[in-house]
């Protein structure tokens, strides 16, 4: 199981929020390349980037974080947040992104979602499902739909994406433990998913529980930068 820590951004600083709430933001470094540095230094490979002021503004807007990331790192990197046109696309790839994420526009223009994935490779795009209660949620959390997670996810699954990103909105950012149940059932129902849990992770065990599901990986955020998990420790389990 992939290991993938996190950096939000938010003005360039790496931050972190609670159950993706704005005004319950947390600053942890003025410079994120040092936190990306330091996931390097440890062996780790890959790195989930946000832009959180993207997500907000609904076009990609740290992109200079990322070019500097990319630049100088050897990081896998995916990046979301605000990427709603074509153009925002072309920026994340040009600023050094391996993968786009993307959850909003493939709920709201699914058919301009498509044309990306035609366009510029399918293989290219990770699929972001924000969910609470099962139900999709987009706009960086801010908008409610009424659209089932299992058809979302089964809808795209057949159009070739294979990697999904799904994040449960009511534990991120709380370190109680991460929807080991909604995970469990998805990868019941759809075959060769590769998932990739998000939220909620609070230590190794957490992990441990998500690799014998059988997720493909796991975003770890918040648990790196209280402590509650080790660089250390994330190595030597990402190397098991």
């Not at 820590?5 to 972190?16: T, W």
């Not at 498509?114 to 366009?119: E, H, R, S």
């Not at 979302?152 to 699954?157: E, V």
Request: aromatic share 8%; net charge negative.
């Amino acid at each position: 199981m992939d290991i993938i820590p996190a950096i939000d951004i938010i003005e360039g600083k790496a931050v972190r929020l609670s159950k993706g709430d704005y005004s319950q933001k947390k600053i942890y470094n003025e410079h994120p390349l040092e936190v990306a540095q330091q996931f390097e230094d440890t062996g780790l490979k890959r790195l989930h980037l946000v832009d959180l002021d993207g997500a907000k503004a609904g076009r990609v807007t740290n992109w200079k974080v990322l070019e500097t990331i990319a630049g100088k790192t050897s990081l896998i990197i995916d990046f979301s947040g605000g990427i709603s046109s074509e153009k925002d696309v072309q920026i994340t790839f040009n600023s050094g992104a391996a993968y786009a994420a993307v959850g909003s526009m493939a709920v709201r223009k699914p058919v301009v979602f498509q044309d990306w994935l035609t366009a510029f490779g399918v293989e290219k795009f990770i699929l972001g499902a924000d969910v609470l209660d099962e139900k999709i949620m987009i706009k960086g959390w801010t908008e409610a739909t009424e659209i089932n997670i299992f058809n979302f996810l089964k809808h795209y699954r057949t159009k070739g994406l294979q990697q999904f990103f799904c994040t449960d909105i009511s534990k991120d950012g709380l370190l109680q433990g991460s929807s080991n149940d909604l995970y469990r059932k998805i990868l019941d129902e759809i075959e060769g998913l590769k998932l990739i849990a998000s939220g909620g992770v609070s230590c190794i065990k957490d992990l441990e529980e998500l690799s014998a599901i059988g997720c493909s990986g796991a975003i770890v955020g918040k648990a790196i930068y209280e402590n509650r998990i080790s660089l250390k420790e994330l190595t030597h389990f990402h190397n098991k």
